[in-house]
């Protein structure tokens, strides 16, 4: 894909580059390129998920910015380029972009774009694990309530976690 751009005299740090492959016609993958230090955003989303697509893409940028493949001042797409790149609506990147500024995970500079928010990388680490125990606090109350006892859940857990 790359040669055929770079032969067509397409100067790929102006590209966006959307690779769509629709399975079944209802599941989407889209790498973005983008222009800032030549970061590749991978997003995933699904039209069969229960959750919602804004949802999607901000937990997909949320664990790209707390596993370093996106870092501190590193620039996103802009929300309208987003949502051509991904085909949705511009709400829905709105809607993501505004969840990650509120959780300080992004900024938004008015006239310059939205980057990589430069607070602390701890700090957001520790908002992440504040989500995540909220989450598990409701999978083992309803492991409690089906009967599963503790080590029937740290085996789930560690086989789950190791297939991730």
């Known amino acids: 894909m790359f040669g055929y751009l770079q032969k067509k005299g397409i100067e790929l740090t102006k590209v966006c580059i959307c690779c769509i492959?629709?399975?079944?016609?209802?599941?989407?993958?889209?790498?973005c390129y983008l222009q800032?230090?030549?970061?590749?955003?991978?997003?995933?989303?699904?039209?069969?998920?229960?959750?919602?697509?804004?949802?999607?893409i901000k937990n997909q940028i949320q664990n790209q910015i707390l596993d370093s493949t996106l870092e501190q001042?590193?620039?996103?797409?802009?929300?309208?380029?987003?949502?051509?790149?991904?085909?949705?609506?511009?709400i829905t990147i709105k809607?993501?972009?505004?969840?990650?500024?509120?959780?300080?995970?992004?900024?938004?500079?008015?006239?310059?774009?939205?980057?990589?928010?430069?607070?602390?990388?701890?700090?957001?680490?520790?908002?992440a694990l504040y989500e995540i125990e909220n989450k598990l606090e409701v999978v083992i109350k309803q492991a409690k309530s089906a009967?599963?006892?503790?080590?029937?859940?740290i085996e789930i857990?560690?086989?789950?976690y190791e297939e991730v």
């Open 73 to 90: 001042g590193d620039g996103l797409p802009s929300i309208r380029n987003f949502a051509k790149e991904l085909k949705v609506s511009i």
């Open 36 to 56: 800032k230090r030549g970061v590749v955003l991978n997003i995933n989303i699904s039209n069969t998920s229960t959750i919602p697509l804004y949802e999607q």
């Open 21 to 31: 492959y629709i399975i079944c016609t209802v599941y989407i993958h889209c790498t």
């Open 147 to 153: 009967g599963i006892t503790l080590d029937e859940g």
């Open 95 to 127: 809607r993501a972009y505004e969840e990650l500024e509120k959780e300080g995970f992004i900024e938004t500079v008015a006239g310059k774009g939205t980057f990589v928010s430069m607070k602390n990388k701890d700090r957001l680490r520790e908002i």
């Open 157 to 160: 857990f560690k086989s789950i």
